[in-house]
């Protein structure tokens, strides 16, 4: 969908460790979106970025961060992972006008053992 | 802050009956989208509806929003099996901030 590309698409990794996961689109959007989805919570905002370098925190933002050095890369940084950080995650992307629909990503599924 | 409410979160329903999702929202919206997210997958843009009281129909399906535009539905006329996964709606709050519903998940009973 709309050339989003999230890598990778499954990790597990231990509690405390660094984790990055990618979102790589070739649509030129300016908006790209981290959400998580769990079970009873559907998807909730963790970043988000409207522009090179330029990001915001949505609802759930603590223990992660992100980075948009380009327009075609977003991102998501576990700084020392946590097992309340399993979760699939997906990346979205939004041409920039108001209100205009969102594209995923194939979501990466990540488990903290 | 702004919330959608979305109901019921689950539903299970018998081949050919018909399945209705419903989201509320505490503020008045710009806009609301539905997404179909089907098991395993991600979720996928099925319509925007952006006028007061605005109905629109995809084949069996019939998407409308509120006089007011705080609420909206869903309805599918006769289930299919190909109809499962879970729906969501969104919200475009008048700061331009798009806000989930909860979903609504399907299952449907051959």
């Known amino acids: 969908d709309a050339g989003i590309t999230q890598s990778p698409r499954h990790k597990v990794t231990e509690t405390g460790t660094p984790v990055t996961l990618r979102c790589h689109q070739t649509?030129?959007?300016?908006?790209m979106y981290w959400y998580r989805q769990d079970p009873g919570h559907g998807l909730r905002l963790i970043h988000y970025?409207?522009?090179?370098?330029?990001?915001d925190k949505g609802e759930v933002s603590d223990g992660y961060s992100v980075s948009r050095s380009k327009t075609e890369d977003f991102l998501l940084t576990l700084e020392s992972a946590t097992s309340s950080q399993t979760s699939v995650y997906f990346c979205?992307?939004?041409?920039?006008?108001?209100?205009?629909?969102?594209?995923f990503g194939n979501g990466t599924r990540l488990t903290v053992t | 802050g702004q919330q959608v409410m979305q109901i019921p979160q689950y539903q299970h329903v018998q081949e050919g009956e018909d399945f209705t999702t419903y989201c509320n929202s505490s503020?008045?919206?710009?806009?609301i989208q539905w997404y179909k997210q089907r098991p395993g997958g991600h979720p996928v843009f099925l319509i925007q509806?952006?006028?007061?009281?605005e109905v629109k129909k995809q084949k069996r399906l019939t998407f409308q929003f509120g006089e007011a535009k705080k609420n909206s539905s869903l309805h599918i006329t006769a289930t299919q099996t190909t109809d499962v996964g879970t729906y969501f709606c969104?919200?475009?709050?008048?700061?331009?901030?798009?806000?989930f519903g909860q979903g609504t998940t399907l299952q449907v009973k051959p």
């Open positions: 979205a992307t939004q041409t920039g006008l108001l209100g205009s629909p969102l594209h």
């Open positions: 503020t008045t919206l710009s806009n």
């Open positions: 970025s409207y522009g090179v370098k330029d990001t």
């Open positions: 969104a919200g475009t709050s008048n700061t331009g901030k798009l806000i």
């Open positions: 509806l952006v006028k007061s009281g």
């Open positions: 649509e030129n959007h300016r908006y």
